[in-house]
């Protein structure tokens, strides 16, 4: 793929799988990064078992299946975490190899991510660092060791038709070591030169710092300074799902001229995905879904169930007994990585496809005849009368960490008066059915069609891709909450 294919990357995040992170295993900051898990398994069941687990672990955590199942969803995209520490390992990138190759058979494109540099590039459990410092920045030697991993990387895939770039680093310099943060851009100038040599072709991507969500770190650069195929990426979690909070990375990219990414986002609810993902669509804005596979969740895709006697590793996480036949507790965690449950609702709200249910806030456009009133203070650009049930003001609260409904606080209602209407775009072919929760007093019609309210009940309707639904005001003061889509049939 080449800066000059612009279309949008839809994809997930294939966390956990060559970089494990403590908390996918529900270890969180007990035992946080790969080097403390291989360190746990190596202490409680040795050296020749830890090394036989991490080869049945690589070979099932992600297979073929996932791929098919990615693309068969209609998604064109992966995001592929790799650990600087393994990479000379030639068993790892055997793993990386196959999975470029399955990428290649369902036509999906790899993204390949450094998220965990050497020496570490953000000091924290996400980058396996060893003293939760970004030794990278801290140690030249360390960058000319990412030099080399890219220039070899590079070499190696240079003439890979489904690999569609390179994410340089992950989430590099939080906020506490912003002293270091005018060494980011030499160092990506650095890096993408040594690929250059070796992969003229291949998208190159930069991302902010704290986090990816600080683009001032591009303030500096001009058009003309940049190297050509070139995308900037930025991560978006338990935050609000408008335009407004996207203007920052928006406008760098347009500025610069170079496609945008969201490269990291999710952790939250299907309310939230059906609002976010969506609109990143309607922007050209690519994205990868974080994260694909997770143990014992509701809110990501492939997930898969807490092994027997899980509890008896936290409590010695916990200073708690050593636990009795550790062999036995791992050997039924690599059992269960073999039999996930597919969350088809989590692929549904991410391409807005029946069933879903549309939140009244996640609409494409909306007409009012008021000037907006205190309320919601989200999506504020917009004169739609968006009110917490509840009647207080304030901007949302968008942690939902586990997949968890929103509060009754946090719950919106759109008001809408006589003349006025909202539109929501729904993705999917075929026949569905709308229900319209809402309260009030007066009539509405669901694309042309009239309903009474406070009994809006259900209309038939057909869908098409880039199709649209429209809910107007005919006459009298309507608060919508939501629309349920159900497929008809």
Known sequence: MSGADRFALRGFGLGGWLLPEG?????????????????????????????GFWRRYYDSYITRRDI?????????????????????????LRHVDECIGWCKSYGVYVVLDMHAAPGGQTGQNIDDS????????????????????????????????????????????????AQYNAQLIPLYLRLTEAIREVDPGHIVIWEGAHWATDFSVFDGLRPEQLPENLMLQFHKYWS?????????????ARRLNVPLYCGESGENNLEWYTTLFPMLDSHSISWSFWSYKKMRT???????????????????LDGGRRPDDAYGIFDDFLECLTRP?????????????????????????????????PGAVFRMRERAQLIYAD???????????GGEPRPESERMLLRLRTGESATYALNGTGAVRVKVNCRGDGVLTLNGAELDVPAAGEHKIEAAPGGMITIACVEGDIYLENLEVIPCG
């Open 23 to 51: 908390y996918m295993w529900l270890f969180y900051t007990k035992c946080d990064r790969p080097r403390r898990i291989e360190a746990l398994i190596e202490e409680l069941c040795g050296a020749e078992y830890a090394a």
């Open 68 to 92: 098919e199942y990615i693309s068969a969803h209609g998604f064109n995209s992966v995001r592929l975490p790799l650990n600087a520490r393994h990479l000379g390992e030639p068993d790892y």
């Open 298 to 316: 509701e809110n990501s895709v492939s997930v898969f169930p807490e092994p027997r006697r899980w509890g008896e590793l936290i409590e010695y």
């Open 341 to 373: 449950v597919f969350h088809d609702e989590v692929i549904y709200a991410l391409n807005r496809t029946a069933p879903v249910l549309i939140p009244c806030e996640a609409f494409d456009s909306v007409t009012s005849r008021h000037e907006r009133t």
């Open 391 to 401: 009647g207080h003001t304030g901007e949302p609260d968008c942690r939902r960490y």
């Open 240 to 252: 609000g799902a408008d335009r407004e909070s996207l203007d920052a990375f928006v406008d760098t």
């Open 130 to 177: 060893e003293r939760d410092l970004p030794e990278l920045f801290m140690d030249r030697s360390h960058q000319d060791e990412l030099v080399r991993l890219w220039r070899d990387l590079a070499a190696r895939y240079a003439g890979e038709s489904a690999v569609a770039g390179y994410d340089l680093l992950n989430e590099p310099l939080i906020k506490k070591d």
